[in-house]
C-alpha cells in the first residue's frame, strides 16, 4: 500500500484524524498551507479535496484569488499522482493550463480522477482537475500534465 494511503488508513478515523491527515499533506509542499486544503476524500486514481474562502485568499473583487485555486489544483493532482504511481515509477509536473470559467464566491471543491490511467505504459499523465462553488458550478478547470519514468535502479 502507498505510504500516504497507508498513513490516511492509520489516522482518519482517530479523533480530528482527517484534519491531521489533511495538514500533513499540505506540509509536503509547505505553499500549500496558505489555502488551508481538506481532503474529503482520497484513494488509488482519486482525490476530493476542499478549501475555505477566506480573507488570505482573496483578490481585489473579494473572491477566490486565481493563483489560490491553481494551487487547490496543483495539490489535488499531486496527492493523487503520489497515491498512485506504482513504486517503481516517479512523476513531475510539466505544466500547467488553467480556465478561469466564474468568479468563486464560495468554499471550493476541488476532484482529480485518475482511474483510466495505465500506470505501466505511459510517459505523460494529463491530470484533469475542476474546481467547483457550493452549489456544483464549476469555476476553474484546469489540466496539470504530468511526466511519468521508471525510477533510477540503484
Wanted: aromatic letters at 8%; proline letters at 4%; glycine letters at 2%.
Amino acid at each position: 500500500m502507498n505510504r500516504i494511503l497507508a498513513l490516511q488508513k492509520k489516522i482518519i478515523n482517530k479523533p480530528f484524524g482527517r484534519t491531521i491527515f489533511s495538514k500533513i499533506l499540505a506540509s509536503y509542499a509547505p505553499y500549500f498551507k496558505t489555502i488551508k486544503p481538506y481532503v474529503l476524500e482520497l484513494r488509488h486514481n482519486y482525490i476530493k479535496v476542499s478549501m475555505p474562502k477566506r480573507r488570505a485568499v482573496h483578490n481585489h473583487l473579494k473572491t477566490v484569488h486565481a493563483i489560490a485555486m491553481c494551487n487547490l489544483c496543483e495539490f489535488a493532482a499531486g496527492i493523487c499522482m503520489e497515491t498512485s504511481t506504482p513504486k517503481h515509477r516517479r512523476w513531475i509536473p510539466m505544466g500547467m493550463d488553467v480556465q478561469y470559467l466564474k468568479k468563486a464566491k464560495t468554499d471550493l471543491v476541488a476532484e482529480c480522477d485518475l482511474s483510466s490511467v495505465d500506470w505501466d505504459k505511459c510517459d505523460f499523465v494529463l491530470c484533469n482537475v475542476d474546481v467547483k462553488d457550493k452549489e456544483g458550478i464549476v469555476v476553474c478547470s484546469a489540466v496539470i500534465k504530468m511526466k511519468v519514468s521508471d525510477k533510477k535502479k540503484k
